[in-house]
């Protein structure tokens, strides 16, 4: 636990009590509007000499976060997929004093690309404090991504493990680095299971797809926490609750439509992302559970999510074998 986790006012552990009990309190734009309110939150560090890494970078949370790092001092490398946006978005960064390191136009859905990139820029002899894996898909109908994998699981997990595995000698390099992965309250829904993670085509959900990648991604974040401790790099994963982004309006119309006026906003959405990745919980943070408006959460909430008996110390390393064979084109086939 860390310094940050200890120290809280009574007053402000009693009303994050209530919101964490109900779902639309802690998910909603009121639990972050009350726990910023009743816990003070400070402004994230400063980020002055670092550079980070966002994916996801040219809407919804991604950008917000590529902003908002920019805003506090950081050159950002900026990945997305279309042209014009990832353009916009590197003017809204600059137009909010950062700095852009650079626009990468890259598909998450292919590994390869994903490690090209990575290897650009070990190669480049840039440094990275910070990656932010803000990319993801949810599809109401089944996609396949390069390679034919089904497109949730490659832009959610393969994708941004290959990303990964070839930064990992620049955040090895850095003072502290540290990896945010941002996941999803529909993560709760669904437990792991391994076998069930890819869905084909005759039994396609997109809703159901995205939860398990979701729920695969709080598992892989803890995994690659344990591998990279002794680097000094912390991998923590993110829910960052109910935020209104072009990927609900268009994954989850009705939801939307419903819930809008107490959705958050990307910024909102971002902020705990932002925190993190900036150093607000610390240098060493260890991994497991998930952050939810700057405190660490139970990654569980509902009966029947939880590992079976007997598998919960090996499912991590089980994701990140399976993962480090598929973005080598060796895995990913269907249950």
Request: contains cysteine; glycine residues 14%; charged residues 20%.
């Amino acid at each position: 636990m860390t310094n940050v986790e200890r120290a809280r006012h009574p007053l402000a552990h009693a009303v994050d009590g209530v919101l964490e009990a109900t779902v639309a309190g802690s998910f909603s734009r009121i639990g972050i509007v009350a726990r910023r309110a009743v816990d003070h939150w400070d402004d994230p560090p400063r980020l002055e000499g670092g550079t980070v890494l966002v994916t996801g970078a040219t809407s919804g949370i991604g950008r917000a976060a590529a902003v908002a790092l920019g805003r506090l001092g950081a050159a950002v490398h900026l990945v997305g997929r279309d042209g014009p946006r990832s353009r916009s978005a590197a003017l809204e960064v600059e137009a909010a004093g950062g700095t852009v390191a650079g626009v990468h136009l890259v598909d998450m859905g292919d590994p390869a690309a994903a490690a090209a990139l990575g290897t650009r820029l070990v190669e480049s002899g840039d440094r990275l404090d910070a990656l932010v894996h803000g990319a993801g898909a949810l599809s109401p109908t089944y996609r396949a991504a390069a390679g034919e994998l089904e497109q949730t699981v490659a832009v959610g997990l393969v994708g941004p493990f290959a990303l990964t595995q070839a930064l990992l000698p620049l955040l090895e390099a850095a003072p502290s680095g540290r990896m945010v992965t941002v996941s999803s309250g529909g993560m709760y829904t669904q437990r792991f299971d391994l076998d069930h993670l890819v869905m084909d085509e005759a039994s396609y959900n997109g809703v159901t797809a995205y939860a398990r990648v979701k729920r695969a991604q709080v598992v892989l974040a803890a995994e690659w926490g344990k591998r990279l401790a002794g680097a000094g790099i912390s991998s923590v994963v993110v829910h960052p609750g109910w935020v209104d982004t072009p990927g609900l309006e268009s994954g989850l119309p009705t939801f939307r439509r419903l819930w809008r006026p107490v959705l958050r906003t990307p910024a909102e959405g971002a902020d705990t992302v932002v925190w993190l990745a900036a150093g607000g919980a610390g240098d060493h943070v260890a991994p497991g559970g998930i952050w939810h408006d700057r405190r660490r959460r139970s990654a569980y909430h509902l009966p029947g999510t939880r590992p079976p008996h007997g598998r919960a110390g090996t499912e991590g390393g089980d994701l990140w074998a399976w993962c480090a064979a598929a973005a080598s084109g060796g895995g990913g086939a269907a249950a």
